[in-house]
């Protein structure tokens, strides 16, 4: 006989749902115990001194229906035989048959029929009539069965209660309709007053029971469950093992799963359909796959709506697009393509791994739609950057709930509309919406984007005043919004009251995100470090993300390295946005090749690993490498979004391409083709194109004669190219139109004041200074970095905090000195302070990046290049340093500000003096 698979040894902590278990089942008569504790509402069941086991059921052979057939049931209305039932047809019942050909059988099939129609009143009038019989415990089963079909359980538990000697059929059919009805602690109770009461379950009552169990999460009892199911030879019924699989699964045990599966004599497609859930549950998608094709290898099943909804879930987390499509292929060979959850579950999947043209022909073939057919096409829309698609889908809608409005939150969320978001949560407060916690961290991120400090408050009363503040994850949303809103100071003081036995990971990746968002380097590190040595941040795949995103901003390469080894330990290179991390990482840090080699090891792709390799190119200002991965692009299923055109024609500033046409060519395709509207960040893009190039007048002309109202994006491209090409007068034109769009904007403010400083006007400069510090609005301030030996080193100008300040200082002149024999000459135009010329000087030569070079280069070999890292564009006084002293010092230094990368060596920028 072949090995019988146990119940797990390591169980959940015991509920008092499962309190002294062994006790019931195995009456240990060294432990009399009680039956658990009663649910809030106790059911008056028989007594257990009753001793139902001696009662024996007569025999019934009610399918020899001899005056009212099933047949002759279907074929009549509900309310005529409710009317014939009513109208007095039973007044003599002394028999087994009334005068009007009624009998026992008839009331059996009136009862199957109320339950087939819904007609509540005919069950009621058959219950009435069956009063009038001698107590009939199969009837009385019946009219159980009846009523909780009909969704009535407290009618059922009254019927039950009724019964002097309920057998094993009624306790089973109480106990499963209580398995259904969110009444699992009822439906477990009842279980143990029925093996209390000396009657044996069946195969019937293990699936009822099993079906609380699965329901509530409840291991331990289920344990217990397949114990005494093996105990008494159950397990080999299949009906059994099925549900002993799916509590395995659902509770993440898919060892026992798996051994049960093979385990099973005969399996049916529900056995296939749970392994294969549960494979998918646990992320162990290539098992999944390798099941469903051992499935049609060795068994020959077809499938079914739920075979195809869960192989679609694994295609769509493991963005496996082949299989998907494979998937899609059996679903319409057996004829499910018409099946509701089905076509859900593929508008998911070609969300995450097709294009919107699959999408939209999807939708528009679906015979019938629901509520969640509708939210899946707005969130469709919204993942691919349409919008205005997903408005007008949402205003379609037949009927829409919390849940449309919130993946409507959601995706203005992720297309960065916080505003837009904002509004809509409004909306929802003033329609009286559920809120869930799902809306509130929704809008607790919206305030993030905006990163408004006084909105930021107000919805954080509103979050703690209606009661969300001890939702975990509102309060972690909570605690990275104020890291993004100037709010450190609150950051820290959720941080530190963050309860000890709630897990901390979340909140302690969120801090030091915050930390490095807000230039305090040193702690974000320190933060990192502390978590990894007191065991309290579980790096998984969220963590691991955030982690390297924070290793490529900072530039850290030593650390993201770790963290890519550590995310390999983890096996978490499955996870598609890890992967991403880990590329963006690599391309931040300097290495474009071992970018390029992380995104080919990459199981499957998405839109976000294409835009992140373009991107990387881009920051390393390789244009036709950049341009060379979207025609790769352009090969696979992967649809562009709008990220993908912005970046595209960003591309044309470092190629020698016909930009213009090709520019204008790939707006245009844009809606075309791809059915994307441009927008102003398109035009923005295209504007910094032509600046780059010296075209400035082309570029105001563009901008001038845009189909739409630009926003302010487009104004500050212009105005960039102005301060690259040296067009002051074309600048200070920009400059007003930028004014009078945004006056409220904190670097509105610092424009106004060196547009005031550069031209002399220092009484107004101070002026607009002062207005900020009363508005409370503050810039923020230039910051450079160098990594040396594993620890972030960062300065400001003239920052004299350093330990080894007076070194670096000294450093600096011997540098200064150098430079100016070799030819360097101080651009004071660069000060926009009213001081002397020799104070001017003064102020440029102790500019946050000179401090961080002149360190790196007393600290590294000779052989080694200096990396540092700016928070804000390069001066161009800065810039005009560097390139002599890799003359002076002959060393190649790197430096990546905000436009991008630079490489300084033998008196040359890579830039080519244009960033």
Same mark, same amino acid.
């Given at each position: 006989?072949?090995?019988?698979?146990?119940?797990?040894?390591?169980?959940?902590?015991?509920?008092?749902?499962?309190?002294?278990?062994?006790?019931?089942?195995?009456?240990?008569?060294?432990?009399?115990?009680?039956?658990?504790?009663?649910?809030?509402?106790?059911?008056?069941?028989?007594?257990?001194?009753?001793?139902?086991?001696?009662?024996?059921?007569?025999?019934?052979?009610?399918?020899?229906?001899?005056?009212?057939?099933?047949?002759?049931?279907?074929?009549?209305?509900?309310?005529?035989?409710?009317?014939?039932?009513?109208?007095?047809?039973?007044?003599?019942?002394?028999?087994?048959?009334?005068?009007?050909?009624?009998?026992?059988?008839?009331?059996?099939?009136?009862?199957?029929?109320?339950?087939?129609?819904?007609?509540?009143?005919?069950?009621?009038?058959?219950?009435?009539?069956?009063?009038?019989?001698?107590?009939?415990?199969?009837?009385?089963?019946?009219?159980?069965?009846?009523?909780?079909?009909?969704?009535?359980?407290?009618?059922?538990?009254?019927?039950?209660?009724?019964?002097?000697?309920?057998?094993?059929?009624?306790?089973?059919?109480?106990?499963?309709?209580?398995?259904?009805?969110?009444?699992?602690?009822?439906?477990?109770?009842?279980?143990?007053?029925?093996?209390?009461?000396?009657?044996?379950?069946?195969?019937?009552?293990?699936?009822?029971?099993?079906?609380?169990?699965?329901?509530?999460?409840?291991?331990?009892?289920?344990?217990?469950?397949?114990?005494?199911?093996?105990?008494?030879?159950?397990?080999?019924?299949?009906?059994?093992?099925?549900?002993?699989?799916?509590?395995?699964?659902?509770?993440?045990?898919?060892?026992?799963?798996?051994?049960?599966?093979?385990?099973?004599?005969?399996?049916?497609?529900?056995?296939?359909?749970?392994?294969?859930?549960?494979?998918?549950?646990?992320?162990?998608?290539?098992?999944?796959?390798?099941?469903?094709?051992?499935?049609?290898?060795?068994?020959?099943?077809?499938?079914?709506?739920?075979?195809?909804?869960?192989?679609?879930?694994?295609?769509?987390?493991?963005?496996?697009?082949?299989?998907?499509?494979?998937?899609?292929?059996?679903?319409?060979?057996?004829?499910?393509?018409?099946?509701?959850?089905?076509?859900? @579950? !593929?508008?998911?999947?070609? *969300?995450? =791994?097709?294009?919107?043209? &699959?999408?939209?022909?999807? #939708?528009? %073939?679906? /015979? $019938?739609?629901?509520?969640?057919?509708?939210?899946?096409?707005?969130?469709?829309?919204?993942?691919?950057?349409?919008?205005?698609?997903?408005?007008?889908?949402?205003?379609?809608?037949?009927?829409?709930?919390?849940?449309?409005?919130?993946?409507?939150?959601?995706?203005?969320?992720?297309?960065?509309?916080?505003?837009?978001?904002?509004?809509?949560?409004?909306?929802?407060?003033?329609?009286?919406?559920?809120?869930?916690?799902?809306?509130?961290?929704?809008?607790?991120?919206?305030?993030?984007?905006?990163?408004?400090?006084?909105?930021?408050?107000?919805?954080?009363?509103?979050?703690?005043?209606?009661?969300?503040?001890?939702?975990?994850?509102?309060?972690? @949303? !909570?605690?990275?919004?104020? *890291?993004? =809103?100037?709010?450190?100071? &609150?950051?820290?003081?959720? #941080?530190? %009251?963050? /309860? $000890?036995?709630?897990?901390?990971?979340?909140?302690?990746?969120?801090?030091?995100?915050?930390?490095?968002?807000?230039?305090?380097?040193?702690?974000?590190?320190?933060?990192?470090?502390?978590?990894?040595?007191?065991?309290?941040?579980?790096?998984?795949?969220?963590?691991?993300?955030?982690?390297?995103?924070?290793?490529?901003?900072?530039?850290?390469?030593?650390?993201?390295?770790?963290?890519?080894?550590?995310?390999?330990?983890?096996?978490?290179?499955?996870?598609?946005?890890?992967?991403?991390?880990?590329?963006?990482?690599?391309?931040?840090?300097?290495?474009?090749?071992?970018?390029?080699?992380?995104?080919?090891?990459?199981?499957?792709?998405?839109?976000?690993?294409?835009?992140?390799?373009?991107?990387?190119?881009?920051?390393?200002?390789?244009?036709?490498?950049?341009?060379?991965?979207?025609?790769?692009?352009?090969?696979?299923?992967?649809?562009?979004?709008?990220?993908?055109?912005?970046?595209?024609?960003?591309?044309?500033?470092?190629?020698?391409?016909?930009?213009?046409?090709?520019?204008?060519?790939?707006?245009?395709?844009?809606?075309?083709?791809?059915?994307?509207?441009?927008?102003?960040?398109?035009?923005?893009?295209?504007?910094?194109?032509?600046?780059?190039?010296?075209?400035?007048?082309?570029?105001?002309?563009?901008?001038?004669?845009?189909?739409?109202?630009?926003?302010?994006?487009?104004?500050?491209?212009?105005?960039?190219?102005?301060?690259?090409?040296?067009?002051?007068?074309?600048?200070?034109?920009?400059?007003?139109?930028?004014?009078?769009?945004?006056?409220?904007?904190?670097?509105?403010?610092?424009?106004?004041?060196?547009?005031?400083?550069?031209?002399?006007?220092?009484?107004?400069?101070?002026?607009?200074?002062?207005?900020?510090?009363?508005?409370?609005?503050?810039?923020?301030?230039?910051?450079?970095?160098?990594?040396?030996?594993?620890?972030?080193?960062?300065?400001?100008?003239?920052?004299?905090?350093?330990?080894?300040?007076?070194?670096?200082?000294?450093?600096?002149?011997?540098?200064?000195?150098?430079?100016?024999?070799?030819?360097?000459?101080?651009?004071?135009?660069?000060?926009?302070?009213?001081?002397?010329?020799?104070?001017?000087?003064?102020?440029?030569?102790?500019?946050?990046?000179?401090?961080?070079?002149?360190?790196?280069?007393?600290?590294?070999?000779?052989?080694?290049?200096?990396?540092?890292?700016?928070?804000?564009?390069?001066?161009?006084?800065?810039?005009?340093?560097?390139?002599?002293?890799?003359?002076?010092?002959?060393?190649?230094?790197?430096?990546?500000?905000?436009?991008?990368?630079?490489?300084?060596?033998?008196?040359?920028?890579?830039?080519?003096?244009?960033?």
């Amino acid at each position: 006989m072949a090995s019988v698979v146990q119940p797990p040894i390591t169980a959940l902590p015991s509920s008092a749902l499962s309190h002294n278990l062994h006790s019931y089942f195995f009456h240990y008569p060294s432990k009399p115990t009680a039956p658990p504790s009663s649910p809030s509402k106790p059911l008056a069941l028989p007594s257990p001194s009753l001793s139902l086991s001696t009662v024996k059921p007569t025999t019934h052979h009610y399918h020899n229906h001899v005056f009212f057939s099933v047949s002759a049931s279907q074929s009549l209305q509900p309310q005529k035989v409710q009317h014939f039932i009513t109208s007095g047809t039973f007044a003599d019942c002394s028999s087994s048959r009334n005068r009007a050909g009624f009998d026992i059988d008839g009331l059996f099939d009136l009862l199957r029929l109320s339950g087939r129609c819904g007609d509540v009143e005919l069950a009621k009038a058959v219950h009435s009539s069956i009063l009038k019989f001698p107590e009939d415990t199969y009837m009385g089963n019946a009219l159980i069965t009846a009523y909780l079909k009909l969704g009535l359980v407290e009618e059922a538990c009254k019927v039950f209660r009724s019964l002097s000697c309920p057998n094993v059929v009624s306790f089973t059919a109480l106990i499963s309709g209580f398995s259904k009805s969110n009444r699992e602690a009822e439906a477990i109770e009842l279980f143990f007053r029925m093996r209390s009461s000396g009657i044996e379950p069946n195969e019937y009552s293990y699936v009822a029971i099993l079906t609380a169990c699965i329901r509530i999460l409840e291991l331990e009892l289920g344990s217990q469950v397949h114990a005494v199911a093996i105990k008494m030879g159950y397990l080999d019924c299949v009906f059994v093992s099925n549900a002993l699989m799916g509590l395995y699964g659902k509770c993440r045990c898919l060892d026992f799963v798996l051994k049960l599966f093979s385990e099973l004599p005969h399996r049916d497609l529900v056995s296939w359909n749970t392994v294969i859930f549960s494979a998918v549950n646990e992320f162990m998608y290539g098992k999944a796959f390798e099941l469903f094709r051992e499935m049609r290898r060795n068994d020959g099943f077809g499938v079914d709506h739920l075979t195809v909804s869960t192989l679609l879930t694994a295609c769509t987390d493991s963005t496996a697009f082949v299989e998907g499509q494979g998937v899609h292929a059996h679903a319409i060979k057996y004829g499910l393509e018409s099946d509701l959850s089905v076509n859900n @579950a !593929l508008i998911g999947f070609y *969300t995450k =791994c097709g294009n919107l043209k &699959d999408v939209s022909a999807l #939708f528009e %073939r679906m /015979p $019938v739609r629901d509520t969640i057919t509708w939210t899946e096409i707005v969130t469709a829309y919204m993942n691919f950057g349409m919008m205005d698609l997903a408005l007008d889908a949402f205003e379609k809608m037949p009927e829409r709930n919390s849940i449309s409005y919130n993946a409507l939150l959601a995706g203005f969320c992720k297309n960065e509309e916080g505003l837009k978001a904002l509004n809509l949560f409004i909306e929802m407060v003033e329609e009286r919406l559920e809120l869930t916690d799902f809306t509130l961290t929704s809008v607790v991120n919206a305030c993030g984007l905006i990163r408004d400090c006084k909105i930021s408050k107000q919805i954080h009363g509103f979050t703690v005043k209606f009661g969300f503040g001890s939702n975990a994850c509102i309060e972690a @949303a !909570l605690l990275d919004m104020c *890291t993004r =809103c100037d709010r450190m100071a &609150d950051a820290k003081k959720m #941080f530190h %009251r963050w /309860p $000890v036995e709630q897990d901390s990971s979340v909140v302690m990746t969120s801090m030091i995100c915050g930390y490095s968002r807000n230039g305090q380097l040193d702690e974000a590190i320190s933060l990192f470090n502390l978590g990894q040595y007191e065991g309290k941040m579980v790096v998984d795949e969220v963590a691991s993300t955030s982690l390297l995103g924070l290793c490529g901003s900072l530039g850290f390469h030593e650390l993201g390295k770790q963290m890519h080894c550590l995310a390999i330990k983890s096996d978490f290179l499955t996870d598609i946005g890890v992967g991403n991390a880990i590329v963006s990482m690599y391309a931040k840090c300097w290495s474009m090749e071992q970018a390029n080699k992380a995104f080919e090891t990459m199981a499957a792709h998405d839109v976000v690993s294409w835009n992140g390799l373009i991107a990387g190119h881009l920051l390393h200002r390789q244009g036709d490498e950049a341009l060379a991965v979207w025609s790769e692009m352009n090969k696979t299923s992967i649809t562009p979004d709008k990220i993908t055109f912005t970046l595209i024609i960003s591309a044309y500033r470092f190629t020698n391409a016909n930009l213009v046409d090709n520019c204008r060519s790939l707006l245009f395709s844009m809606k075309t083709k791809y059915d994307i509207e441009p927008t102003s960040e398109h035009f923005a893009s295209f504007v910094g194109v032509l600046g780059y190039r010296g075209l400035l007048e082309e570029a105001e002309e563009v901008v001038n004669k845009l189909p739409f109202e630009p926003e302010v994006s487009v104004w500050r491209a212009l105005l960039d190219s102005c301060r690259i090409r040296l067009n002051t007068t074309m600048g200070k034109r920009v400059a007003k139109r930028i004014l009078a769009m945004e006056p409220n904007d904190p670097s509105t403010y610092i424009l106004v004041s060196n547009l005031y400083s550069a031209s002399g006007r220092w009484h107004c400069s101070d002026m607009v200074r002062e207005d900020m510090r009363e508005k409370g609005f503050r810039k923020h301030p230039g910051q450079s970095w160098i990594v040396h030996e594993n620890k972030i080193w960062s300065f400001y100008a003239r920052d004299k905090s350093h330990p080894q300040a007076k070194d670096i200082y000294s450093g600096l002149e011997i540098l200064i000195r150098e430079c100016l024999k070799a030819g360097y000459v101080p651009d004071t135009n660069f000060v926009l302070h009213e001081i002397e010329e020799h104070q001017k000087k003064e102020f440029l030569f102790y500019h946050s990046a000179k401090l961080a070079a002149t360190y790196g280069l007393l600290m590294t070999k000779p052989s080694k290049p200096v990396r540092v890292v700016k928070n804000i564009v390069l001066c161009g006084d800065c810039h005009t340093f560097l390139k002599y002293v890799s003359i002076v010092t002959r060393r190649v230094i790197f430096v990546r500000d905000a436009s991008g990368f630079h490489c300084f060596s033998g008196g040359q920028c890579s830039c080519k003096d244009y960033w």
